[in-house]
């Protein structure tokens, strides 16, 4: 399965915007770069499609995923309980830190499978909760 995806540059520590094509290794081949980092950001969509796109933004153990349905429409996913509800965790939103509540962050190994499970199942909704933005 191919897709596109940008992410952080593991060199600049910033967004790259050019889209790369490859199957889901060169993706999790930079994933990987980008956890020894500590940080990063990525968009990721299938191939045949502008959407819909997901992002992932993290920061140390916390991460946030986004969906894009089209140019308009964004949700955030719920979290999976990992982070207390009340704490706010700052994490990467392209090149720019946000600050999101407990509610919407997730574990990142939690997130990167959920990444790959939309990859190979082709289904955002079947990720979990979407909250509309």
Known sequence: MNVVWATTSPESGRFSAVERRSDVSG??????????????????????????????????????VHRFSDAERVSLLMGDGATPSDAVVAIPNVDDLAEFTGDFVLNIDRAWALVRNFIQAEAPNDLGQWCAL
């Open 27 to 64: 993706l999790s081949v930079r994933f990987s770069q980008l956890r020894t980092r500590g940080h990063g950001y990525l968009e990721v969509r299938l191939a045949d499609s502008d959407y819909p796109l997901l992002t992932l933004g993290f920061r140390g153990d916390h991460a946030v």
